[in-house]
């Protein structure tokens, strides 16, 4: 096998391999929430599309749901107890929320967010 050859197999290697690397699922969620969007905006997207808002958790629907708000409108949001950090929040308090859209058709269309992460 010739030096252009050689060298062309390692960069054809070394480009499939970083390209496979860089699209797994994890590092696909930790690039693609960087762009805060408005609660108007999420309420228009696709199912799992990737979320970032910034606003309050206004209150407590029960069962791990919220209310949450910012200046275009309201959503209801599922945050896992453990992303609380056991930091007391209250209507007043901003945050920063990471997660994706959860859209259910049954009994009729809901629009949630499921949360990954949540900063203070």
Partial sequence: MNM???AA???TSVAATTFA???TPVNQSAVAAHTTTTVKHALTLKDDSKVQLKGYVVKSVG???YQFRDNTGTITVEIDDELWQG???NAKT???INGEVDIDYKPAKRIEIDVDAVKF
């Fill in 4 to 6: 252009i050859s050689k």
């Fill in 9 to 11: 197999l390692i960069f």
């Fill in 21 to 23: 690397l860089a699209n």
């Fill in 63 to 65: 069962d791990e749901k």
């Fill in 87 to 89: 930091k007391p929040v």
């Fill in 94 to 96: 901003p945050v920063t």
